[in-house]
């Protein structure tokens, strides 16, 4: 016997109908460098209409992929609803990358048309001429003239030109919840980065699992504050999330990383709900401290990507900043697990239980396995293994194929991250199966920091590691071989001006050390655990701001 409910297709434009029927004065608000831009909803909508009825002038049909090159404001969130409700897919560039990465993304994804903030321009500008699937770049800014001249990309569009030459209306296609809604592509250890590729029913159903009580539980009441960019990981979800329970949305634009911006918009607006990596909040705390300002109508504040350190916890509780500790990656949509202790757990245990990656979130399942024998592991809150999951804004595999090996013989994915899971389904990740580091929430792939540094003619050998920092929670550490006759001939300095122009410079390593031989495996690889057991901790005392 078959149910007899509708056939309803799941997807993003469900969000929208909520957004324009029954959210229209709820605020969409953005920093800018004096004050700030305001919008409702009423107002974003036909924009949000035109800004479709320009994409399909621009040629865009569904599946084509439509890039952004944005910080957090209110036009990357037109975009975040205009591109998928119209049956493309959005592309979301991660600004953070060296530009061989941006153009192996774009190429990979075959972006049609890239839309970029101005003042990001200067990222695109070494793409040029070698990005042949995009045929038009929009540029988004408040002041369109002088900047086409001034940049001298005379071949621009100009969104808001684009925006007023609309209707605002559009008849939204009818779209099928199986369909691309997003890509999002993400950094592993060895070869290039890869696409993740979100569904409409993916990107719903995770909505609903991020706006659960038990889960980061945003309401209409909220007033929602992401610092976590909107090209990682869709912003956690939060965008539409937002949309969905109709709060009212704050976007830092970029001015992400400046502390003292964040508070007052957070104080001026009012926001309840916070949302970034640890390293935002270390910057927050000092901040707070330092000014004597507080933010009492804060009662969450979201935190992922790494792990809380426990000093980072108890300063922010001190400050009246509770923080939710949430675990993901961008495969899982990205939301995983979320640590809100549970009933059973005693008041004196629940500052260990929030420090834990948390209870796998309703909708997700979760496993893990021993890394030799693939045995699946009890939840004895002893036994470690790898981390598998499965559900429906679980990856299955990524963009054109790459790396099949990530899901198990019975359809897990394999997340890489290493835990045990305590007898009350709190997860603890106690380390990552993977060698890449993460600074201040961004990766920084070992293997190509290697690779630049052994292409210096004075180094023969070279092995990065990731050593633990107070700040930015790891920075790469290079140990390096040189040729022989080059032995105490080579300095610091001298690989790290080589390396200048050749990664991102938040990639640099906070120091080169010099070595005899790289460690090897049996199996003639770099042995990196090895390399971390004896490694001397980061001494960071010096040269601390200049990775900011
Ligand atoms: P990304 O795909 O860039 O978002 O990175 C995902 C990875 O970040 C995960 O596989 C973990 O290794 C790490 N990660 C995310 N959240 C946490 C957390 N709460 N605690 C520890 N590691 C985390």
Redesign the pocket.
């Known amino acids: 016997m078959e149910g007899l409910m509708q056939d309803y297709e799941l997807s993003l434009q469900h969000v929208l109908w909520r957004v324009e029927r029954l959210h229209q004065k709820k605020e969409v608000v953005t920093k800018q460098e004096q004050g700030v831009h305001r919008m409702t909803n009423a107002e974003m909508v036909p924009r949000i209409n035109r800004l479709a009825g320009a994409l399909k002038r621009l040629g865009i049909k569904p599946g084509d992929r439509v890039a952004t090159l944005a910080y957090n404001n209110h036009r990357h969130l037109e975009l975040y609803y205009a591109v998928p409700c119209m049956g493309a897919v959005l592309h979301t560039l991660n600004l953070r990358l060296f530009p061989q990465h941006l153009e192996f993304i774009v190429n990979d994804a075959e972006d049609k048309v890239l839309f970029v903030d101005q003042p990001l321009i200067p990222l695109l500008k070494p793409l040029l001429g070698k990005i042949p699937s995009v045929q038009q770049i929009v540029l988004m800014t408040d002041t369109p003239a002088a900047s086409h001249s001034e940049n001298g990309f005379s071949d621009m569009l100009d969104y808001e030109s684009l925006l007023a030459a609309e209707s605002e209306s559009y008849p939204w296609p009818k779209l099928s919840e199986r369909m691309a809604a997003a890509m999002c592509y993400?950094s592993g250890t060895t070869g290039n980065p890869k696409g993740v590729v979100y569904s409409h029913r993916s990107q719903y159903l995770h909505t609903m699992g991020v706006l659960q009580a038990d889960s980061l539980g945003i309401t209409e009441k909220d007033t929602v504050l992401p610092i976590v960019p909107m090209f990682?990981?869709n912003s956690w979800g939060l965008p539409y999330a937002c949309g969905m329970a109709g709060s009212k949305v704050l976007l830092p634009d970029r001015f992400m990383g400046d502390a003292k911006s964040i508070v007052e918009l957070a104080e001026q607006e009012e926001a309840t709900i916070l949302a970034g990596v640890p390293t935002i909040w270390i910057n927050t705390v000092a901040y707070l401290n330092q000014t004597g300002k507080r933010l009492p109508k804060v009662h969450t504040v979201i935190c992922?990507?790494?792990?809380?350190p426990r000093s980072l916890m108890e300063s922010m509780d001190a400050l009246g900043l509770r923080m939710l500790?949430?675990?993901?990656?961008?495969?899982t949509s990205?939301l995983g697990s979320v640590a809100r202790p549970r009933a059973a757990t005693k008041p004196e245990d629940e500052l260990r239980a929030r420090l834990t990656?948390g209870a796998v979130s309703a909708g997700v399942e979760i496993r893990i396995s021993d890394p030799a024998t693939g045995e699946e592991l009890p939840w004895d809150g002893v036994a470690f293994g790898e981390i598998q999951v499965r559900g429906p804004w679980i990856a299955r595999g990524y963009h054109n194929g790459y790396d099949p090996g990530k899901l198990t013989e019975d359809g897990w994915f394999r997340?890489?991250?290493v835990a045990k899971i305590t007898p009350e389904g709190y997860v603890e990740?106690v380390d990552?199966t993977?060698d890449v580091i993460?600074s201040g929430g961004e990766?920084i792939s070992s293997v190509e920091l290697e690779n630049a540094i052994m292409s210096h003619p004075k180094i023969m050998e070279a092995a990065v590691i990731g050593l633990a920092h107070a700040k930015w929670d790891e920075r790469p550490i290079a140990y390096a071989v040189p040729k022989p006759e080059f032995k105490g001939k080579v300095t610091q300095e001298e690989v790290i001006d080589f390396l200048k122009d050749k990664v991102a410079k938040w990639w640099l390593p906070d120091e080169v050390r010099f070595i005899d031989e790289v460690p090897k495996t049996s199996v003639g690889k770099f042995d990196k655990k090895v390399l971390r057991a004896s490694a001397v901790p980061i001494d960071q005392t010096i040269k601390q701001e200049s990775k900011s």
């Open positions: 993400t990682h990981a992922g990507g790494s792990a809380i500790h949430a675990w993901g990656m961008t495969e990205p990656q997340t890489g991250d990740i990552r993977k993460k990766w």
